[in-house]
């Protein structure tokens, strides 16, 4: 059912992980200005920002792991499947870090600028936590029911 712990959990890592869709995940600095590394791209932090580098690829995978997170909270009526999906959005969790390196490598080359990891980039470890912990109790729900089914 929906009011299971494990679906609070996999609510919380949809909406932590599609929060950050919005937060700036790192900033860069030199003497031209300042420049914030968004989901979506890298902006100037000018009056009327601007986007200089595309970072869309992060962006859909973001947009992917909070799907993933909301598609597995309805899937409590197929447990075997939920705990796949669960372990699926966990390596796509792991895959975040390097793609996003990556982009803040290749970004900060090309601006010749200091970069600075903001706080956002802790919350997919979080999410990996959050994760692990709904994947156990699917599979204590799992193994309740198998056991159920024994008795009878």
Same mark, same amino acid.
């Given at each position: 059912?929906?009011?299971?712990i494990?679906?609070f959990?996999l609510f919380?890592?949809a909406? @932590?992980? +599609?929060?950050m869709?919005? *937060?700036p !995940?790192?900033? #860069?600095?030199?003497?031209?200005g300042? $420049?914030q590394?968004?989901?979506m791209g890298v902006y100037t932090m000018?009056?009327p920002?601007?986007r200089?580098?595309s970072t869309f690829?992060i962006?859909?995978l973001i947009?992917?792991i909070?799907?993933?997170?909301?598609i597995?909270?309805?899937l409590?009526?197929?447990?075997i499947l939920?705990?796949? @999906?669960c +372990?699926?959005?966990?390596? *796509?969790? !792991?895959v975040f #870090?390097p793609v996003?390196?990556l982009? $803040?490598w290749?970004c900060?080359?090309s601006?010749?600028?200091?970069?600075d990891?903001?706080a956002?980039?802790?919350?997919?470890?979080?999410?990996?936590?959050l994760?692990?912990?709904?994947?156990?109790?699917i599979?204590?729900?799992?193994q309740?029911?198998?056991?159920?089914?024994?008795?009878r």
């Amino acid at each position: 059912m929906i009011q299971r712990i494990q679906s609070f959990y996999l609510f919380l890592v949809a909406a @932590l992980i +599609l929060s950050m869709l919005f *937060m700036p !995940l790192a900033g #860069y600095s030199n003497a031209d200005g300042n $420049w914030q590394f968004l989901a979506m791209g890298v902006y100037t932090m000018a009056d009327p920002a601007q986007r200089v580098i595309s970072t869309f690829p992060i962006a859909i995978l973001i947009a992917l792991i909070g799907l993933l997170s909301c598609i597995t909270i309805f899937l409590y009526k197929n447990r075997i499947l939920q705990m796949k @999906l669960c +372990l699926i959005n966990s390596l *796509m969790l !792991l895959v975040f #870090y390097p793609v996003f390196f990556l982009y $803040w490598w290749i970004c900060g080359k090309s601006l010749a600028a200091t970069a600075d990891l903001d706080a956002a980039l802790i919350i997919p470890v979080v999410a990996i936590v959050l994760e692990y912990m709904s994947y156990r109790k699917i599979k204590q729900d799992e193994q309740l029911v198998r056991s159920a089914d024994r008795i009878r």
